[in-house]
């Protein structure tokens, strides 16, 4: 059975029930989704959620399928701290696709003036934002000269039954695309999936060379060729085993008032004129399960961290080969801040992690380089790294006026922002000895010998 967002669902049904909750009091798609997810995240407690009867549509919701580091490892076959490691593994082992003409996600097909948005149960997250929203859309673009396909998640404003806007980040393959069609007066076709098993989410968000086919990354991530079939407006091979596909064209030329929207950082964005989409056909499963990503939650931030901590691992390592991890907390949104642990062998070496890591990636604002013996995943003890082996005279590096997010609150116009590298690893000599107690006394007296009610 090809991996897709049913076969992620029953795998956790059938092994890991804990880590699924199914709704089945119907809530409304505007606000009332979110005000669930809000308690929830509000508790820290992030199971995959099936939402049964959404009100308005027919169709059910899933939303979380990749809202902890435990998910995650659950599809990479993993361990949570493993994510980067074996994203990176599989990301350099990409497998072609194969074309199919027998497609799930075409069993139903509503062609020009029959597909209608406002069918689809687009949720409204926050009061600020302007309309209901596709969060959970990878988009699928092709360059018109080498044939290679483009995937990036791009947030999509509904604006009637066949127009949606767009934010595609300037400069990003999608905006290039555009661009060149653009310049030659033409529309860019495109194909918007939706309903996806977590590692085709994965692999779709891939830090790739632009003449690299992403179909082939997904298939890498999956460790099994995509299943494509011909779109039915557009010029595309689209995932066959996908639970909904938008097809559309981008239309040059053509700029309308998008957002404002509330984004991964918690705060929101202001209305653009922006790019818009004429949507030419919506083909779905019969059944089809529609999928939400609720943006500036725990979802959102952590799915962008494994590709980018992947790409961090791989940056650092080249720098410095003893690198052991890395990891980008949710507490800065899984863009802005890393925590990097090396084994340090020469003295400069925490100084050279940090301007590697600022090198490999633009978003980064504050990076901390600890010690081995400390544990990324756990802030209590990057903190406690701070607070004992960090001398902010000698210890801090501070580069002013480098590019940013253009989504960072406090960043000056265009994502201008200034970035901080903390080395809080300890001097290879002379730094007093850490408390211990004997290794054998340890091994001896057990908990549960004596406190059995506190060993689990
Ligand atoms: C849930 C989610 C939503 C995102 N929304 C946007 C967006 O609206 N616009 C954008 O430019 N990038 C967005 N991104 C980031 C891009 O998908 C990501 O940077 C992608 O790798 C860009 O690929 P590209 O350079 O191949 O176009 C989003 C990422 C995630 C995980
Ligand atoms: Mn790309």
Same mark, same amino acid.
């Given at each position: 059975m090809p991996k897709d967002l049913r076969s992620f669902i029953a795998q956790l049904e059938a092994k890991s029930p804990e880590e699924i909750a199914r709704v089945n009091k119907p809530l409304s798609p505007r606000y009332e989704i979110s005000a669930l997810l809000t308690h929830l995240e509000k508790i820290k407690r992030f199971p995959l959620l099936f939402f049964e009867k959404v009100k308005g549509s027919d169709a059910p919701v899933v939303i979380n399928a990749q809202a902890s580091r435990r998910l995650m490892a659950i599809a990479l076959d993993g361990k949570p701290e493993e994510l980067a490691r074996k994203f990176g593994e599989r990301q350099s082992k990409p497998i072609p696709p194969v074309e199919?003409?027998?497609?799930?996600?075409?069993?139903?097909?509503?062609? @020009?003036?029959?597909?209608?948005?406002?069918?689809?149960?687009?949720?409204?997250?926050?009061?600020?934002?302007?309309?209901?929203?596709?969060?959970?859309?990878?988009?699928?673009?092709?360059?018109? *000269?080498? =044939?290679?396909?483009?995937?990036?998640?791009?947030?999509?404003?509904?604006? @009637?039954?066949?127009?949606?806007?767009?934010? #595609?980040?300037?400069?990003?393959?999608?905006?290039?695309?555009?661009?060149?069609?653009?310049?030659?007066?033409?529309?860019?076709?495109?194909?918007?999936?939706?309903?996806?098993?977590?590692?085709?989410?994965?692999?779709?968000?891939? $830090?790739?060379?632009?003449?690299? *086919?992403?179909? &082939?990354?997904?298939?890498? #991530? #999956?460790?099994?060729? $995509?299943r494509l079939v011909k779109a039915k407006t557009v010029p595309i091979l689209v995932p066959a085993d996908a639970e909904m596909i938008i097809?559309?064209? #981008?239309?040059?030329?053509?700029?309308?008032?998008? =957002?404002?929207? @509330?984004?991964?950082? &918690?705060?929101?964005?202001?209305? *653009?004129?922006?790019?818009?989409?004429?949507?030419?056909?919506?083909?779905?499963?019969?059944?089809?399960?529609?999928q939400d990503i609720h943006a500036g939650y725990t979802e959102h931030k952590l799915m962008g961290a494994v590709p980018r901590e992947a790409a961090l691992l791989k940056a650092v390592r080249q720098s410095v080969p003893t690198v052991k991890n890395v990891c980008m907390p949710v507490s800065g949104n899984c863009r802005f801040h890393a925590y990097v642990s090396i084994a340090k062998r020469t003295p400069g070496q925490a100084k050279n992690a940090i301007c590697a890591a600022f090198a490999a990636d633009m978003l980064l604002k504050h990076v901390v380089i600890v010690d081995d013996d400390i544990d990324i995943f756990d802030e209590e003890r990057v903190l406690?790294?701070?607070?004992?082996?960090?001398?902010? *005279?000698?210890?801090?590096?501070?580069?002013?006026?480098?590019? &940013?997010?253009?989504?960072d609150p406090s960043a000056g116009p265009g994502g201008v922002n200034a970035k901080m590298g903390l080395d809080a690893t300890k001097p290879l000599e002379g730094f007093p000895p850490e408390l211990r107690v004997p290794e054998e006394v340890m091994k001896r007296i057990r908990l549960e010998d004596f406190l059995p009610r506190f060993s689990n």
């Open positions: 199919v003409t027998d497609a799930p996600v075409q069993e139903v097909t509503k062609l @020009g003036d029959e597909a209608d948005l406002t069918e689809v149960p687009m949720l409204t997250h926050y009061d600020v934002n302007a309309a209901p929203y596709i969060t959970a859309g990878v988009v699928v673009a092709a360059d018109p *000269d080498t =044939g290679v396909r483009n995937t990036s998640y791009n947030r999509l404003m509904m604006a @009637g039954k066949r127009e949606l806007r767009i934010f #595609m980040a300037i400069g990003r393959h999608l905006w290039t695309l555009h661009n060149k069609f653009e310049r030659r007066d033409q529309p860019l076709p495109i194909a918007i999936v939706i309903g996806v098993h977590p590692l085709f989410s994965l692999g779709a968000q891939a $830090l790739t060379p632009a003449d690299e *086919d992403e179909y &082939g990354v997904i298939g890498g #991530m #999956m460790n099994e060729p $995509l097809e559309g064209k #981008m239309l040059p030329h053509v700029r309308r008032t998008e =957002g404002p929207f @509330g984004e991964f950082t &918690g705060h929101a964005v202001p209305q *653009d004129e922006r790019q818009i989409i004429e949507v030419t056909a919506i083909t779905h499963r019969k059944n089809y399960i529609f406690w790294a701070i607070s004992n082996r960090f001398q902010a *005279d000698r210890d801090l590096v501070v580069i002013a006026n480098a590019q &940013g997010s253009e989504l």
